[in-house]
């Protein structure tokens, strides 16, 4: 029996909260102490489970400044002695410290419960609250492995009246793992039972950098920028500085890389292929857009139902590059679904969907085809967690158990995909229509005003960048520091909160985020900051139903 082979990629992903000054947000730090580690250890229980990990080069920055001392706002109130607080700070903790999932993660301590509803009902917090929030808002960003190990346990157990000692221990003993979090990955890695890919370094849509232009590619009738930004060098860039990160920290040669949001084109992928990547992956939607285009060169323009198993081959030159296709439908299960299901039926029913997969391709095909197949589910890994009972604990033990005792299945890296399949047998596509795993278009990222003003800023500083002159060493330093600001601002999640597309309470952190990253590039470059960018682009919070930073693909 020939199995089908099942690719797994799990994105792990947040955007640079750095700025010259300051780490404006937690979320790097409270992902890496419940799920970046975490994730890793649930592979290595089931060592037959090939993985892929994509680690954004910006986020890999972040867990290492992380690892060495650095310290976000909340963090750094939270370490406090509680009766030295002023009362700011006070208040600060107490808008901050419930940004959880109320039913998953406060209602698992009476105290965390009890302290949300003196919240709710807007009583007053004394020290022995404040202390207790600061501590529980750690611990239910506490992996769930980590929550059996001490001080974590005794912490866990005793759920209120904590000391100030006991604080210093809670976040002395979180600190020490971010010293764990990359060389389990690199062990994992050597081992072979993963493969770690990257994102190009700030995670920017690539397509975008090359030309704004190309959104319209998918939607005829985007309202694009007043100023189209056309910048490939930054393109390169970005993946290069990317390619360089990742061999330094893994000494390994990168092969794989998941665009962000698995954003392609033809010039990103020209870019791709000129800078030695081996392989890279989208939508199945984007896949549908580009066969059935009158650009794709293919007679028949029917898109079948099993298209998206088949990886693609790209050339460029005398090189390729092999494209992989997500099963948004068995992606979003897991992002979106199973977190209310039981762990069992939701594993069952993912892998029962695999097989039947796999026998409408044989059914169709036969065996021989059969073996050129790839079922690829690619998600976020770290956002769905909180969404799941015990951080999805349960579920990711029955979703390993059953995908390596399925021997209707083999679970398999994209490179290890690429070797069995066998290079010559990967069909061929001529034209990629410009998309995302969204909706397979750019419309979360460009074509509202509030976005396209974005663009319009970053046109206007990268103009200004790549016209400046490097005369002298000085110089050379200040451009330096500069490129770094103008590739930060470059990224994808800035644009993603502008508009109405997604709701949140801290648009506009985001804003000011990516309006600083252009700040510090005038300033660095020793020029006059234009004025416009000391104004919110952003305004009130406006939601169209969709929330926060995960969107199904359709």
């Known amino acids: 029996m020939i199995p089908i082979k099942f690719a797994l990629l799990w994105h792990q992903h947040q955007p640079d909260y750095r700025t010259d000054e300051e780490i404006v947000l937690p979320w790097v730090r409270l992902h890496a102490t419940k799920d970046y580690l975490e994730m890793v250890q649930h592979l290595e229980r089931y060592p037959t489970m090939h993985a892929i990990i994509n680690l954004v080069p910006s986020l890999i920055r972040q867990i290492e400044a992380y690892r060495d001392g650095a310290e976000d706002e909340i963090l750094q109130i939270s370490k406090k002695a509680t009766a030295s607080l002023a009362e700011d700070e006070k208040q600060f903790l107490i808008r901050n410290c419930f940004n959880v999932n109320r039913e998953r993660m406060i209602a698992r301590s009476s105290r965390y419960k009890e302290l949300w509803e003196k919240q709710h009902n807007n009583e007053s917090f004394d020290e022995t609250d404040l202390r207790d929030l600061a501590i529980h808002f750690a611990l239910a960003w506490t992996g769930e492995f980590s929550r059996f190990e001490s001080p974590f346990d005794m912490l866990?157990?005793?759920?209120?009246?904590?000391?100030?000692?006991?604080?210093?221990?809670?976040?002395?003993?979180?600190?020490?793992?971010?010293?764990?979090?990359?060389?389990?990955?690199?062990?994992?890695?050597?081992?072979?039972?993963?493969?770690?890919?990257?994102?190009?370094?700030?995670?920017?849509?690539?397509?975008?950098l090359c030309d704004t232009n190309s959104a319209a590619e998918a939607m005829q009738n985007v309202l694009l920028p007043q100023k189209r930004f056309s910048f490939p060098r930054d393109a390169y860039e970005q993946v290069n500085r990317a390619k360089i990160l990742y061999q330094e920290r893994f000494d390994h040669e990168l092969q794989g890389m998941w665009p962000a949001e698995g954003s392609i084109s033809n010039d990103a992928l020209k870019v791709l292929i000129e800078e030695n990547i081996t392989w890279t992956a989208s939508d199945e939607s984007v896949l549908l857009n580009s066969l059935t285009h009158e650009a794709s060169g293919n007679d028949d323009k029917k898109y079948g139902e099993m298209e998206k198993y088949f990886p693609r081959s790209f050339t460029h030159g005398e090189k390729n590059i092999t494209i992989f296709f997500r099963d948004h439908g068995l992606s979003d299960s897991i992002g979106f679904e199973y977190a209310k299901w039981d762990a069992y039926d939701a594993a069952m029913n993912f892998v029962n969907r695999c097989k039947e997969i796999r026998e409408k391709i044989l059914d169709r095909f036969g065996e021989d085809v059969l073996k050129e197949a790839c079922i690829c589910v690619i998600l976020d890994g770290e956002n769905c967690w909180e969404n799941y009972y015990e951080n999805g604990k349960y579920f990711l033990d029955e979703f390993y158990k059953a995908l390596t005792t399925t021997p209707e299945i083999s679970p398999v890296t994209l490179s290890q995909a690429i070797e069995g399949i066998g290079p010559r047998n990967i069909r061929t596509v001529s034209h990629i229509v410009a998309g995302s795993w969204i909706n397979a278009n750019f419309k979360i990222w460009i074509g509202h005003a509030e976005k396209n003003r974005a663009w319009e800023l970053l046109a206007n500083a990268a103009e200004t960048f790549h016209s400046f002159r490097v005369i002298d060493a000085e110089s050379e330093h200040h451009y330096q520091s500069a490129y770094i600001a103008l590739l930060q601002a470059e990224g994808s999640d800035w644009f993603w909160w502008y508009g109405d597309d997604n709701s949140s309470a801290q648009k506009h952190m985001f804003d000011s985020i990516f309006r600083s990253h252009l700040v510090d590039m005038y300033i660095h470059l020793r020029l006059p900051v234009p004025h416009e960018l000391f104004e919110n682009i952003g305004h009130e919070d406006v939601s169209n139903g969709q929330s926060g930073a995960m969107h199904r693909a359709t």
């Open 156 to 208: 866990i157990q005793k759920d209120r009246d904590y000391t100030e000692d006991e604080k210093i221990l809670l976040f002395s003993s979180l600190q020490k793992i971010f010293e764990k979090i990359l060389p389990y990955h690199k062990k994992l890695l050597d081992s072979g039972q993963i493969e770690i890919s990257a994102t190009p370094f700030y995670h920017p849509i690539l397509p975008l």
